[in-house]
């Protein structure tokens, strides 16, 4: 009958310890998804973001070049103006 007790209380405790180890591994593959789901939803966002830096650092490359043309372009015609006419 002590034998018995012995044996009734390892499988329980086997039992418990298996039910412990299966809700941890089951919190992990939890954690897991959502790491995986939250960089699934950041990726895009960050490649949008991404390219609309890219494409306003373009336009205010595009924008300087073009304010340094028509200045440079306003220097010769003031200089031509100023420049005696044979």
């Known amino acids: 009958m002590a034998n ?3 044996n009734d209380f ?3 405790l086997n039992n418990l310890l298996k039910t412990v180890g299966t809700l941890a ?3 992990v593959d939890l954690l897991g998804l959502g790491i ?3 960089g699934e939803v950041i990726e895009p966002l960050v490649k949008t973001s991404s390219e609309l830096v890219g494409n306003a650092v373009k336009f205010s490359s595009d924008l300087c070049g073009n304010l340094v043309n028509t200045v440079g372009q306003v220097f ?3 200089t031509s103006a100023l420049a005696p006419k044979k």
Do not use: C
């Open 25 to 27: 591994q089951q919190q």
């Open 10 to 12: 390892s499988v329980a």
């Open 36 to 38: 995986k789901a939250a």
């Open 76 to 78: 010769q015609n003031v």
């Open 4 to 6: 018995e007790s012995i």
